[in-house]
């Protein structure tokens, strides 16, 4: 082989080096690309799920406040029917 068609093949090489270089960096930019989606959509379900979960601790609260003021009212009744029924033994 003279040294011609050496550097020649050479060239080729470096050339043919080059594309695959290019794409390559083609094939990692759209990777960039698709984790930056993918990370934006992260971030979104983040703060979905942030959101979510301050409305069900409200609602959990808000769940025992009512627990709490259906306990007080059966208590208050359950004392004014005790109150009741002891009056009408009193009084028979």
Request: hydrophobic content about 30%.
């Amino acid at each position: 082989m003279d040294n011609e068609r050496f550097q020649e093949l050479d060239l080729t090489k470096l050339e043919d080096n080059e594309k695959f270089q290019q794409l390559v960096a083609k094939q990692f930019t759209r990777i960039n690309e698709r984790f930056e989606h993918v990370d934006k959509h992260l971030d979104s379900i983040e703060t979905l799920l942030k959101q979510n979960h301050e409305d069900t601790e409200k609602m959990a609260i808000q769940v025992e406040q009512l627990v709490t003021e259906h306990n007080d009212l059966m208590d208050y009744f359950l004392k004014g029917l005790e109150s009741n029924k002891n009056k009408q033994t009193t009084t028979i």
